[in-house]
């Protein structure tokens, strides 16, 4: 099996860099390649035709030139109410969009990240199945931490795979 988990500390890269919007190829990439982190950071939300898409907010807010701008909770797409490829039709400002999950995965297993992946307890039992299939296919599995809200929604993780490191927030 194929493991990158650090035994001394994991520095993850979040929003901290501001580069790049959060939870776009483009923020992963330029992470993985011009800093030193050993992990990068997405959150993960299903569409309404069950794909997994990254993204931090449960909807995106458009200012008036239809870019993605600062989330507005009472003036916001909900993620899961479109689908991917609405999603992946959004962008922000300077032309980057949000991404799929397996896009995310691929950058981590490319540049040798593990992916730190946070799961709204509200999703967590649509997403554990479409989840394990991304990590399982792009061979992330044991170099993957899930970071739930809930020590429940840990609990749900573990009765579906005992490889997969969790964390609980």
């Given at each position: 099996?194929?493991?990158?988990?650090?035994?001394?500390?994991?520095?993850?890269?979040?929003?901290?860099?501001?580069?790049?919007?959060?939870?776009t190829v483009e923020h992963f990439?330029?992470?993985?390649?011009?800093?030193?982190?050993?992990?990068?950071?997405?959150?993960?939300?299903?569409?309404?035709?069950?794909?997994?898409?990254?993204?931090?907010?449960?909807?995106?807010?458009?200012?008036?030139?239809?870019?993605?701008?600062?989330?507005?909770?009472?003036?916001?797409?909900?993620?899961?109410?479109?689908?991917?490829?609405?999603?992946?039709?959004?962008?922000?400002?300077?032309?980057?969009?949000?991404?799929?999950?397996?896009?995310?995965?691929?950058?981590?297993?490319?540049?040798?990240?593990?992916?730190?992946?946070?799961?709204r307890n509200e999703y967590m039992?649509?997403?554990?199945?479409?989840?394990?299939?991304?990590?399982?296919?792009?061979?992330?599995?044991?170099?993957?931490?899930?970071?739930?809200?809930?020590?429940?929604?840990?609990?749900?993780?573990?009765?579906?795979d005992t490889d997969v490191m969790?964390?609980?927030?």
């Amino acid at each position: 099996c194929w493991n990158i988990l650090p035994y001394e500390r994991l520095n993850i890269a979040y929003s901290s860099i501001g580069r790049k919007p959060i939870n776009t190829v483009e923020h992963f990439t330029d992470a993985a390649e011009n800093y030193e982190y050993n992990a990068l950071k997405a959150d993960v939300r299903p569409t309404s035709d069950g794909e997994l898409v990254c993204c931090h907010d449960a909807g995106v807010t458009f200012a008036g030139n239809g870019k993605i701008t600062t989330y507005d909770s009472s003036n916001a797409t909900l993620i899961h109410d479109v689908t991917a490829a609405t999603v992946l039709g959004y962008s922000f400002p300077a032309g980057e969009h949000p991404c799929l999950v397996g896009d995310y995965l691929d950058v981590c297993r490319t540049h040798g990240k593990v992916a730190f992946i946070t799961i709204r307890n509200e999703y967590m039992d649509v997403v554990i199945p479409k989840l394990l299939e991304e990590l399982r296919a792009h061979n992330m599995t044991y170099s993957t931490i899930i970071n739930g809200m809930t020590y429940e929604s840990l609990v749900s993780w573990r009765q579906r795979d005992t490889d997969v490191m969790i964390n609980y927030t």
